[in-house]
């Protein structure tokens, strides 16, 4: 195994592009990208959810937690999987913030195309969604290695990242507002009596479902490119 270990520490020194750190310009493109993404999705603009996918280059902290799996120490990783958590939190954050003033100001009363098409996501197909972003994971592994940015902004719009986690931001969001103005117009009845009428929960874990399983593929395929490349 040493001979493994000082070539992946070896790619790991020489990688072309730098995903070892997370500042405030990254944390800053995050919130930009799910702005971007979040009223892309309310005004059914396909072409800006689409560019919301590039915008801070958003699978750069999760790159970063597989190469700390793979070569770094159990520091390494608690840092890249707080890189991760922040980036996620993040999103959800401000999505869900701008799903919740959405209803309150009545801005988009119905959920649109681009919201539904995540909202529909079907728990059957996860195994698909798996694979493909498994391939797109070995073929982001050698653009990075390769510096060809053109082949990995075109791998990074394969992975679905930013749209998916704002979309389910967005519907907890306006679900948190529904459940509010729930119990404010039935604050004498008992909170076990109230039902919710809407499907909001649901759509938002389909979309956060679509998020995690394109990460969880990209994750396995990226890890098994990088070391195989040490293997053979």
Not at 120 to 143: C, D, H, P, Q, T
Request: hydrophobic share 50%.
């Amino acid at each position: 195994m040493p001979d493994l270990k000082n070539c992946i520490q070896k790619q790991f020194a020489t990688l072309n592009i730098n995903v070892h750190k997370f500042n405030y310009a990254n944390a800053a493109l995050i919130i930009i990208a799910s702005i971007i993404s979040s009223v892309a999705l309310l005004t059914d603009n396909y072409q800006t959810v689409i560019a919301s996918k590039i915008i801070g280059l958003a699978i750069i902290p999760f790159i970063s937690l597989c190469i700390m799996i793979i070569a770094g120490s159990s520091n390494d990783i608690m840092q890249a999987t707080i890189r991760c958590l922040v980036f996620v939190g993040l999103c959800l954050a401000v999505s869900g913030g701008i799903g919740f003033t959405n209803k309150l100001a009545h801005w988009q009363e119905q959920p649109t195309n681009e919201m539904m098409l995540r909202a529909n996501f079907k728990y059957e197909n996860i195994w698909l969604e798996l694979g493909m972003s498994a391939v797109a994971g070995i073929g982001i592994y050698y653009a990075i290695m390769k510096t060809s940015i053109i082949a990995l902004v075109g791998l990074i719009l394969a992975i679905s990242i930013v749209p998916p986690l704002c979309n389910a931001g967005l519907f907890w969001g306006m679900h948190t507002y529904d459940m509010l103005e729930q119990f404010r117009k039935k604050e004498n009845i008992n909170s076990s009596d109230i039902e919710f009428n809407n499907n909001y929960l649901e759509y938002g874990k389909r979309s956060f479902t679509i998020f995690a399983s394109n990460i969880t593929g990209m994750f396995f395929g990226f890890m098994a490119a990088f070391t195989a490349s040490c293997v053979f």
